[in-house]
């Protein structure tokens, strides 16, 4: 599943609007304007790529005649030193995309590369899946939420109205899990999973007597995660969220849990070393 491309065509117009909503001062002064060149994206650490679709409507939005080739694919892993794509034409065109074009690809980059390394994390023969959360960039959830899927992992709700997820603040307002529960039950579609999270076993158990067909553990020891799947015995699908880190993946997986949900995906991803090298 690709990211829409008016939305790629929206974000890059705000983001080169952003950083050449005056022009370039520096390249208007230092470069011919008939001057040609070529420069090759490489990597500057081992890194999963994504991106290529956003890197080529930028440089598409300054400048269409430009010429831009890539030699890895979304998903594909690079080594140090390794060249990424290479983009030819006119000078001034390639100097004004470059930093919006870096700035994409770094951050998606990052995020898949963050999700590969959870991915591999899990013990063999797995069935846990590595899923994103809503903790995304504003205005950059389709690019991000796309980097986790070339990293391997799996995304979570899409938005507010694509699921019933009962958080506890939910449950602090409603008055109870299982009134929470019982609410979401009677408004939502029957077509639509009820998940909520729990953050005790008491809470766990009401959720499960009101019919949660996916329960959230949330901040959970991972000592008692293997009771917890245990009490849920298969009728409930099993979450786990909370401090997630690639030290503690594989104990969480070996204890027979579905989904691990980690934030951390993309709200502490950074951004990765690549950089455009001029040739």
Known sequence: MSIPQRTIERVVALALEEDLGAGDLTTAACIDPQTRGRAELRAREPLVFCGAAVVREVFRQIDADLSLDFDVSDGGKVAVGGRVATVAGLAASILQGERVALNFAQRMSAVATRTAELVAALPAGSRTRIVDTRKTTPGLR?????????????????????????????????????????????????????????????????????GADVVMLDNFEDAALPAAVARIAGRALVEVSGRITLARVAEIARAGVDVISVGALTHSAGSIDLGLDWT
């Open 142 to 210: 389709a690019f991000e939420r796309h980097a986790v899927r070339c990293g391997g992992g799996h995304n979570h709700r899409e938005n507010l109205g694509s699921a019933v997820l009962i958080k506890d603040n939910h449950i602090a307002a409603c008055g109870g899990v299982a009134e929470a529960v019982r609410a979401a039950r009677a408004y939502a579609p029957h077509t639509s999973r009820i998940t909520c999270e729990v953050g005790s076993t008491s809470e766990l158990d009401e959720a499960l007597a009101a």
